[in-house]
């Protein structure tokens, strides 16, 4: 079975622009969850998606937002970027609704804004 | 503030050698998970303990949890150089429809 893809799989945008980032988790994994990694502040959870509804979402501003299709695929969507965006976005599926079960991760989307 | 937190920040050791790397925590949970992640790429899942469950075993991997004291341990015995990676814990807050919470991680390098 394959594994969680995430595409692109690095990304360099400059201050303003906004950015699309897509996940298509393992087959029959109907939740997907979104993370933010930086050095600084270490892994953080931005939001979960199940059934094409968003479930949970973390501490983010409203520049960060999220949806999944009814393929399970989900995209987050980032818009006016800013310096402090840069990091590694990693995208994670599990069979359950809540994300407290096991996550599967994807490789991650690394963005680098200028 | 991170609910789990790693302790060491880093470990170096040569390989054969065991390696032992601690979580603590704040609130009770209802399970705490171990990822391994190799630089840059997607974390891994290793083991999941239950918060009624002291102890884990998976091929080299050995985890122990104490409630009473929000704590948990990672074991790997033998290392071996493809276990040079940061290893996180993750733990959810014991209620409602909270996400889990990942630690900072500890830099392990197995050195050959």
């Known amino acids: 079975k394959a594994g969680v893809t995430q595409t692109p799989r690095y990304l360099i945008k400059t201050r303003g622009q906004q950015v699309t980032l897509s996940c298509s988790p393992i087959?029959?994994?109907?939740?997907v969850s979104w993370y933010q990694q930086t050095p600084g502040q270490g892994l953080q959870f931005l939001f979960e998606?199940?059934?094409?509804?968003?479930?949970n979402k973390g501490n983010f501003p409203g520049r960060f937002s999220g949806r999944q299709f009814s393929n399970s695929r989900s995209e987050m969507n980032v818009s006016t970027l800013e310096l402090g965006d840069s990091a590694l976005y990693l995208c994670?599926?599990?069979?359950?609704?809540?994300?407290?079960?096991?996550?599967?991760f994807g490789p991650g989307t690394r963005l680098t804004v200028l | 503030s991170q609910q789990g937190e790693e302790d060491p920040q880093a470990l170096s050791i040569q390989e054969g050698e065991n390696a032992t790397m601690n979580c603590s925590y704040k609130?009770?949970?209802?399970?705490l998970q171990w990822y391994r992640q190799n630089s840059g790429r997607g974390l891994v899942h290793l083991i999941l303990?239950?918060?009624?469950?002291r102890e884990k075993h998976s091929g080299r991997l050995r985890v122990t949890l104490d409630t009473s004291k929000k704590s948990s341990s990672l074991l790997i015995t033998a290392s071996r150089a493809a276990d040079t990676a940061s290893y996180f814990c993750a733990t959810d807050a014991g209620s409602g429809n909270t996400p889990l919470v990942f630690g900072k991680g500890t830099r392990l390098s197995v050195i050959a």
């Open positions: 998606y199940f059934s094409e509804t968003q479930r």
């Open positions: 994670a599926s599990s069979i359950l609704a809540g994300v407290r079960d096991t996550q599967y």
């Open positions: 609130t009770s949970i209802n399970n």
């Open positions: 087959s029959g994994h109907r939740s």
């Open positions: 303990i239950r918060s009624n469950e």
